[in-house]
Antibody, heavy 126, light 110 residues
Framework: QLQLQESGPGLVKPSETLSLTCTVS??????????WGWIRQPPGKGLEWIGS???????YYNPSLKSRVTISVDTSKNQFSLKLSSVTAADTAVYYC??????????????????WGRGTLVTVSS | QSVLTQPPSASGTPGQRVTISCSGS????????VYWYQQLPGTAPKLLIY???QRPSGVPDRFSGSKSGTSASLAISGLRSEDEADYYC???????????FGGGTKLTVL
């Protein structure tokens, strides 16, 4: 059974770069049937999509975060990663990684996440 | 302010049928599929409905989704205490060129 697990520092200082990794187990990240995404949720608030990546390295990002976000993939380790630069307190959130089905046409046609990690809380504070 | 508008709260008694609305525009719900997620307290979201009205394997048929024009709805029939959770709608927005979530609806089972 495929599982996703987020890992990374729980505390990041303002203006620094937040870095998280999602490890996929029980299946291959190189499947042609999926993109892999990051979503975040500030404490007590709603969900916000950050961006998604294909095993080939193709990415697409939330336009509101695009200037600060980099998502990369390491197929040899079955992992994908998130980097968010110049963080502020507003970036404090639970960060989730998730699997996004891909049907071989436009990625926007079926934009949804069918399997999620448990999430990891990242606090931005000095 | 979320692009997709949901009521912040909803409630019902056990056995009742409740509906949660999600209002959007022609650039999101009006032209793309709608998805629904359930988030139980302290847990990650779970996919409840995909492509407007499809249920993933394992989701009870008490849950159903519908879409009309620029609005969508999630209906829960035979309400149970374990349905108490936050529910989010989601859709791709062509104008924003990004995926968007509704603000979420907290369902209370009285």
């Amino acid at each position: 059974q495929l599982q996703l697990q987020e890992s990374g520092p729980g505390l990041v200082k303002p203006s620094e770069t937040l870095s998280l990794t999602c490890t996929v187990s029980g299946g291959s990240i190189s499947s042609s049937s999926y993109y892999w995404g990051w979503i975040r949720q500030p404490p007590g608030k709603g969900l916000e999509w950050i961006g998604s990546i294909y095993y080939s390295g193709s990415t697409y990002y939330n336009p509101s975060l695009k200037s600060r976000v980099t998502i990369s993939v390491d197929t040899s380790k079955n992992q994908f990663s998130l980097k968010l630069s110049s963080v502020t307190a507003a970036d404090t959130a639970v960060y989730y990684c998730a699997r996004q089905p891909f049907y071989g046409d436009y990625v926007e046609t079926y934009w949804y996440f069918d399997l999620w990690g448990r999430g990891t809380l990242v606090t931005v504070s000095s | 302010q979320s692009v997709l508008t949901q009521p912040p709260s909803a409630s019902g008694t056990p056995g009742q049928r409740v509906t949660i609305s999600c209002s959007g525009s022609s650039s999101n719900i009006g032209s793309n599929y709608v998805y629904w997620y359930q988030q139980l307290p302290g847990t990650a979201p779970k996919l409840l409905i995909y492509r407007n009205n499809q249920r993933p394997s394992g989701v009870p048929d008490r849950f159903s989704g519908s879409k009309s024009g620029t609005s969508a709805s999630l209906a829960i029939s035979g309400l149970r205490s374990e349905d108490e959770a936050d529910y989010y709608c989601a859709a791709w927005d062509d104008s924003l060129s990004g995926g968007v979530f509704g603000g979420g609806t907290k369902l209370t089972v009285l």
